[in-house]
């Protein structure tokens, strides 16, 4: 990974170098043209990308550039942008993409180069420029283009434009993506699958959103007590989670705050109000989360919740332990043969004292029971 500090900070991961290497060679076949295809392919990503960067400047925000495996991204910090100023900072990086080609194609066209490799540079960056604006610009998230449609519509629509701007970036992207498969275009077209997925991962996140997510200020405070909380200072960090969700009341910043609470409350034990802080956004709780709030519903003899997570809970987070509460919240509302199945998936998963669990009261509604029974002679 290269680091380029600077007031415009740049981040280059070597995926990127990976992908320009492999469109440089299958676009020259030789080592020299892939060097210089390389070349072309840096300064033109990275010329996108200071038109996004030096507006966003413009307007009192703070950035950095990354170039990872698909591209280039600009990511900004300070104020929340008005509507007019957010549409100028996206615009301008196609802008400077364009202008880039278009001045590389003037220099082809009206300047007598004679060397060879200054000639491949200047037709090349023609041709990317060219190309990377055209399809930047198709209004499927996360293009520019996109961004510049959700934009435009939730100026006339509200935040519910943003919502038909990606169900009908989805829809574009399904359609360019079938019309280049049929005409056997597969790379553009896997392109623009690629595309659909993403977009189609966007509307179920807009789902989440809410507008106070998107305010700069809180995502701040948000980071701030995710960084106490990762720094041991659970004090300060409970303190700012409590704000941001004050502040928010719902939505994805609201969530995130609630589950990293109701972390530091069950490393300190305190499984009901953890349980309490989850319950209410239960729906919204996948992964480790999820298993979190399995496990603190057993702690809470919530035996019903317990079992209705089980399978889900252990496809997550297949362990003896998983396996083991879901046996024990089966046994405690008298449902032997779950109960019994998980115990037996406990011991496949290695549990170390399977006899110790089964002193436990959950079991004696079934302790007496021929399926347990059985069960116990077979140990």
Not at 6 to 35: C, D, N
Not at 250 to 260: D, F, K, R, V
Not at 313 to 339: F, M, R, W
Request: with cysteine; net charge neutral; charged share 20%.
């Amino acid at each position: 990974m290269i680091r380029i500090p600077g007031k415009i900070p740049i981040i280059i991961h070597p995926l990127f170098w990976l992908l320009a290497i492999f469109i440089g060679w299958m676009s020259t076949f030789t080592l020299t043209g892939t060097l210089l295809a390389v070349l072309v392919i840096v300064v033109s990503v990275l010329f996108h990308e200071f038109g996004h960067a030096l507006t966003a400047m413009a307007f009192q925000q703070t950035v950095r550039i990354e170039l990872a495996a698909f591209g280039g991204f600009t990511y900004r910090q300070g104020r929340k942008l008005k509507l007019w100023e957010e549409f100028i900072v996206v615009f301008n990086g196609p802008l400077a993409g364009l202008s880039l080609g278009v001045i590389a194609w003037l220099c082809v066209h009206f300047l007598a180069i004679e060397n060879t490799a200054l000639l491949f540079l200047m037709k090349f960056t023609a041709l990317v420029n060219f190309f990377w604006t055209v399809i930047n610009l198709v209004p499927v998230l996360p293009l520019d283009g996109g961004h510049l449609l959700s934009i435009i519509l939730e100026g006339i629509f509200g935040f519910k434009g943003v919502k038909i701007a990606i169900v009908t970036g989805l829809v574009i992207a399904v359609s360019i993506s079938i019309f280049f498969f049929a005409i056997g275009a597969f790379l553009v077209g896997a392109l623009f699958l690629i595309l659909s997925f993403e977009s189609f991962r966007s509307l179920r996140y807009y789902k989440l959103l809410k507008v106070q997510d998107r305010d700069s200020d809180l995502q701040e405070l948000m980071k701030s007590a995710d960084a106490a909380f990762q720094s041991g200072d659970h004090e300060k960090a409970m303190t700012k989670f409590e704000e941001v969700r004050g502040r928010s009341r719902e939505g994805i910043l609201y969530t995130m705050a609630t589950q990293e609470m109701a972390e530091i409350l069950r490393d300190q034990k305190r499984y009901e109000e953890a349980y309490q802080l989850l319950a209410p956004i239960r729906k919204s709780l996948s992964g480790e989360t999820l298993s979190l709030f399995h496990f603190l519903a057993y702690m809470n003899r919530d035996y019903s919740t317990v079992t209705e997570l089980s399978n889900r809970c252990y496809q997550n987070k297949p362990t003896h332990d998983t396996a083991l509460i879901n046996a024990l919240a089966s046994a405690a509302i008298g449902k032997e043969v779950p109960a019994v199945g998980w115990l037996e998936c406990a011991i496949r998963e290695g549990a170390p004292s399977i006899e110790e669990a089964l002193k436990k009261e959950e079991f004696d509604s079934i302790r007496h029971s021929p399926r347990f029974q059985q069960f116990i002679r077979s140990l």
